[in-house]
């Protein structure tokens, strides 16, 4: 078998309105061996994943999957099955999956849902590989492909603290995502709302609190002003300080790198100077200066204090072994690394025991080695500090923290300056004062781990992360979304999605854009290209500065990678026309239909579908429609519509030259056709519509009649506000327009405007893509006859076909009506350069160009004037 295309579609797509892994698979000569011409195959498959029993499949009931293989189904089908299983059993819960053949024998679309990317990817590969061992009888080392699995799980998956922050988060339908593939960075929200953070750092966090935590000396200095017990210490720069400190402390001591986490470098009780030297070293190693302290005879305690407020509390035991009066040292060890609770990092409850130097001098100290036989019953003690990391154990106690241990870690939190702090406490218990038993705080820590409070060893488990989003986000009402405006179609995407940006920019709103061309933050362009896919809603929506997103959706972006986003406020559905068909797998209008569906399908429980009734496909569409659905029609008297408008639903019509709203039986206007400049006084009914749909999206948004009058006023068909698109500009007599149309249908909707224009005669540059299908191509160099007297081809894309091939489809297209000259000029800068030169006074030249900025920069340097927008 081998895969084609294997990718992650971040958020709802053509398959799912989940997070969905696609892969392209040819199962090349399998296609000729279905399951049931495998003898054993069931008891195979299930000898080697009992749990795939689970799978009901399409019969509905456990076991299902396994019926439809004994049954006999295709290799791509068990590929999707065991791809699911792999996740579920290296902890990611997932159970969504569709195989569909494509249009060419042999070749299936397999989809299922993921939780974690990286993984969800790897599961699908072994997959593949486990299901052609498993048609071919080979052998089929499961513990291998787990591990493997497991290692990518480790790498890419996040970290308790994180994690718990974000299930936090999702816990109160707060999106999120991770801004590094490779770290904790995380995003909580969207554009203004937003809150990062990363492990359990904030953009709260004081970086002098942080600076504080991270030097031992300056903590203690802090805290010991301000009568909180610390243990008396020393920085020492050599050994000989170090020595000096010591003798005046008084022995035992402690010994840790002046800065440091995660208790590197530590070492306590020491008693003599031989142990001293040791303790030294190690913490010289991680830092070249050294802090000598009294050592605090207690347990160690972790208080955590999240937004001034203590929440938990857990009493943690360096990693340790009990004897049983058989076993040596090292068995003890190996046995207690054999819990399976026990795991490597962060995977499980505990960590693995490491035996390193330090846990060979503490052994030492103990008189005993690696071989001994441990007398039963008897602790050896194999790490001086009690950090997880380093395989500890925690209790909670949060419960029995006494009032004035529970003000004195507030009061900490204060003084430190910390909206988040780990303090590592050592005292005899957490019931009584400190000022009544032996006790001193050791350390604070700026981005404590949290894996102590959320899964203890023992005792009850605290959800800290809840408390950090709290802090976070204080308003429950406030779930850090902004409002999602996204629009789809074939024709028309870019306009609207301008007009709706403009609207809600003169209502007040910063607004963040995407489409093809650019993306604009409250109208800076920041970025150019062809922007109308999932990267860009993702930069649209991590801008701290955006109230709303208006983002357009093309269909490439849909189908390589999903949306790039969970839902929207308002979906604009604004019609289906053949564009782009042949292309992954989408071959007829009918499944173009369902991926511009989508868009809607993605809307918001509450919010607002936008769909022209006026096309019979997304009139149809309306099935996948969630939220509220508001109309648009060119014609008042559209029967779907009036019923629509009978039931309170709500439209956007044009009636007597009126853009006008209806609702039951209000009939609102909302401007005069001829009074929005994109409409050409209404001779370009495409942007008639556009306007139309721009006004039910605001609508949807909750703006006013007056904020949507006044946005499609102040809307010009220019350079400056809807770059290359319907561009009219007089250049010194002859009229030059603009525009980016390059599938009959929207040649069909514009030919209206062309022919309202007048013009000596009609000269136009234009190409197709080579990724369209010949009959597409040629049929484009027809429609493009019809409309002018003139045409010059050339060739921007070829898209894998030939060189000249495409243009010669649009030429041959052209010349088969007969009432247009047509010349091929394959470079389109020399294309434009020939029609501008060709033109003469009172003709229109028709620019269908790729090079928008190239081709007006061409032209208005050619240019005195800019033509009035009345098409006359």
Known sequence: MKILEHRALRGPNYYSRYLTIFMRLDIEDLEDRPSDTIPGIVERLQELIPTIHDHRCSVGRPGGFLERVRRGTWAGHVVEHVSIEFQNMIGFSVGYGKTVDSYEPGIYNVCYRYRDEACGLAAGREAVDFVRRLFDGDEIDMEAIITRLKEVRDAHMLGPSTAAIVNAAKARDIPYQRLSDESSYIQLGHGHLQQRFQATVTWGTSLIGYGIADDKNWTKQILGDAGIPVPQGQICYSFEEALEAAYWIGYPVATKPLVGNHGRGVSTDINDDAALREGYDAAYHRHETVVVEKYVKGEDHRLLVVDGKLIAAARRRPAHVT??????????????????????????????????????????????????????????????????STGGTATDVTDDVHPEVHYAAERIARLIGLDIIGIDLLAETMSKPLDEQSAGVVEVNAGPGFRMHTSPTHGQGRDVGKHVVDMLFPDPANNGRIPITAITGTNGKTTTARLISHILRQSGRKTGLACTGTIEIDNHVVMRGDYSGPHAASTVLKEPTVEHAVLEVARGGIMRRGLGFDECEVGVLLNIASDHLGERDIHTLDELARCKTVVIDAVRQGGTAVINADDERCLEGAQWARGDIIYFTMDPESRPVRQHVREHGVAYTVKDDHIVMRQGHVEAK??????APITFEGHARFNVANALAAAAAAHGLGLTAADIQMGLQTFHPTPGQNPGRTNLIDADGVKVLIDYGHNVPALEALDTLVSNLSAHRRICVASAPGNRRDEDIYALGGQIAKMHDM??????????????????????????????????VMSEEDAVERALDEAKEGDLLVLLVDDLEGATHKVKSRSFRTATLSGG
């Open 791 to 824: 045409l010059f081809v050339c060739e921007t894309h070829p898209r894998g076909r030939e060189l000249g091939e495409a243009a010669g489809l649009v030429k041959s297209g052209a010349d088969a009506e007969g009432s247009c000259q047509s010349e091929i």
């Open 670 to 675: 909302v401007i005069h056709v001829a009074d």
């Open 323 to 388: 004897g049983d009066g058989e076993s040596t040292l090292q068995e003890l060890i190996d046995t207690e690394n054999q819990d399976p609770r026990r795991g490597v990092g962060h995977e499980n409850l505990l960590t693995q025991i490491h035996v390193d130097e330090q846990t060979h001098r503490l052994i030492a100290q103990q008189e005993f080695t690696l071989n001994s036989v441990i007398p039963d019953g008897h602790i050896v003690w194999l790490k001086s500090t009690a950090n997880l």
